[in-house]
């Protein structure tokens, strides 16, 4: 096969990965990304010396990371040295328990016995079993593959798969079947958060994300999750992506990008990795507008250079509010800024003092929010935030007098800095009508020669698919005789 010519819009951890999968085929490929960094939500900040993921943290299901070195000759071990979180995090219930999650089975059972008694608890090693099987079959015959249409959910296995796990059934009515205690009912469904999903609104299929989490675990790459983009997009640069940065491409015509610069480059393809309903809109838009989309829920995250530490916090922390289903009707239903937020506590220098300096916590909280269809306002941000560090004072002892330096991410930033449609932090929704072949195709109809990659294609949203997403953005090419 002669070389051809990619350009790829979008440096985040698709773009990337999607450029070295094609420059390691011996294909030339151009990057542009509008901002002067690469990895996009898989970036880090700095507050004074205290250094932290924006975005991803957790980093789950290693599969499609080893297999996206090995494709390009490498070995994921040799770039990346990764440690298990154990315990995965620690839960914070409102009535004062906490459970500490952990891949042990037998530690797990024996916690949940203590929370809720031997009837909840035996159905722990039921529900991992249950879950794996789906997950280990779920994974070739529904998630890495490319739909042509929803008809390929009935003729090909995929169908029988979802028929056979109930995958297509609802998750929170799901958890309830298995538990009485509706502490535990949130503790394996909260999961769908990560994809800024309401569990009442998601397929029992992302029940996945909780055998992730308690049958593989946790992990940590040394150096912080940003690590992952940094040597994609260095194994990508080595193999000659030419990668452009600070140059924000203004309009996709097929094959063709123009920059706000007014500079136009043509190519065989252009697999474009910015945020899929905002490309759709205002790239690449199209007499006939695109179909309505729904979207995910928002994130406010805080990051602080906090002086001293807290000895009852792990590295990952939940706390969930008293009442968890007001909490996502307020956020998904009614837009409204919770008035009792479940949020995530994370301080990785827990694993990796250096991210800190000594006696000091890079503390980071991220609440889940609605998107911008509620109006984002400065007094929301206080309000959230007043909420949050109430709560950490009474679990963990925080001080809100030790904050030495201070950062803040709003729905509103989350927008203007990566271009992420209405602010939703995790792109397009996951409902069923959003999920496999109902999930926007990562080849543009409307549109000959353009295809996607990244979170608001097929797959989905986290780190893994969207690794998943550049596999199938390069098997759409080969189909089409682009490779
Ligand atoms: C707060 C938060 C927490 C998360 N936690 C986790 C987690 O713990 N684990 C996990 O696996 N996942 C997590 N995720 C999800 C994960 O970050 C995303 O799924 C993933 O990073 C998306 O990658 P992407 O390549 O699809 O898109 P992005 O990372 O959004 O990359 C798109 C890139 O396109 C660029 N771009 C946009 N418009 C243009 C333009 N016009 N011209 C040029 N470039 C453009 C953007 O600047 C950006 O660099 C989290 C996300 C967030 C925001």
Redesign the pocket.
Known sequence: MSQRSFIV???????LATGLRLAHRGHRVTL????SA?????TSLTVNDCIFD???????MLDPFHKLFRDVGERFEDHLDISLCDPNYRVFYSDGNQIDSTTNMAKMVRSIERLSGPVDAASYPKMIGKLGEMYHESLPSFVRKNYDSPLDLVRLSAGKMALKHGMLGNLAAGMKKYYADPRLQMLFSFQTM?LGLSPHDAPWVYAVLVYMEYGEGIWYPKGGLTEISRKVGMLAQQRGVDIRLN???AAIDGKSVRLESGEVFTADAVIC???LP?AERD?APTKQPPKPHRYSCS?Y?VYMDYEGELPDLLHHDIMLGSNFDENLDQIFNRREIPTDPAFYVAASCKTEPSMAPPGHSNLQI?VPCPNLDHPWTEGDAINLETKAFARLTKEVGFDPGKIRGFKRITPTD?KRD???DRGA??GLSHDFMQTACFRPSNKSKANPGLYYV???TVPG??????LISAELAEQRLEKDGLL
Do not use: Q, S
């Open positions: 819009v979008g440096g985040g951890l698709g773009g542009f990304e509008k901002n690469i990895g996009g939500r898989n924006i975005g991803p943290t957790l980093l789950m990560y140059a924000p491409v990795n910015a945020d905002y790239l994130a995250n991220l989350w990566l271009n992420l932090t995790f990244g979170a608001g949203n986290g780190l893994p698919m969207v």
